[in-house]
């Protein structure tokens, strides 16, 4: 015999949130901005508070390990003086490191337009943090040798 357990429904506060999402090369990132208070919040399963920034369940500096990284995820934050103000939960897959980095900056760049378009917009498209890179790898052609530009040898003689 199978006992029914009841199920306790919570009433907690959903927490607003900016979703976008950012791609390049092979990689895509769902990027979530978080508006919380000075409390910590519930995120998913993590207890996150403002300013902290999550990849894939780890840290973002776990995730994306050195300074040279930070620096280049947290740009479109420093230009928009927006460091610090929101909750950050990313979401990557595919492609490599590089290329994940990538598309978590044009999803964070795309998210911070949506919060205020008239005032961010400007400065982040000046920057270049809205244009999406469009560079992928080239397509293996049928009947060459290989790769996509190689070229099965001639013989000599």
């Not at 199920?7 to 999402?21: L, R």
């Not at 995120?43 to 500096?61: F, H, P, Q, R, Y």
């Not at 740009?75 to 897959?93: H, M």
């Amino acid at each position: 015999m199978i006992e029914k357990k009841s199920i306790k429904k919570t009433t907690k506060a959903p927490v607003s949130y900016y979703e976008a999402v950012g791609r390049r090369k092979e990689s895509s990132a769902r990027v979530r901005l978080y508006v919380v208070s000075d409390k910590p919040a519930t995120i998913g399963e993590a207890t996150l508070s403002k300013g902290d920034m999550v990849a894939n369940g780890k840290d973002m500096a776990q995730y994306f390990p050195g300074e040279v990284y930070k620096k280049i995820y947290q740009e479109p934050f420093r230009t928009t003086n927006t460091l610090g103000r929101f909750t950050v939960s990313i979401k990557t897959n595919g492609g490599g490191l590089v290329g994940q980095l990538g598309a978590v900056v044009l999803g964070i760049s795309r998210a911070l337009e949506k919060v205020d378009k008239e005032r961010f917009r400007p400065i982040l498209k000046k920057r270049g943090f809205l244009t999406r890179d469009s560079r992928i790898k080239e397509r293996r052609k049928a009947g060459f040798a290989g790769k996509a530009r190689a070229r099965k040898q001639s013989p000599k003689r």
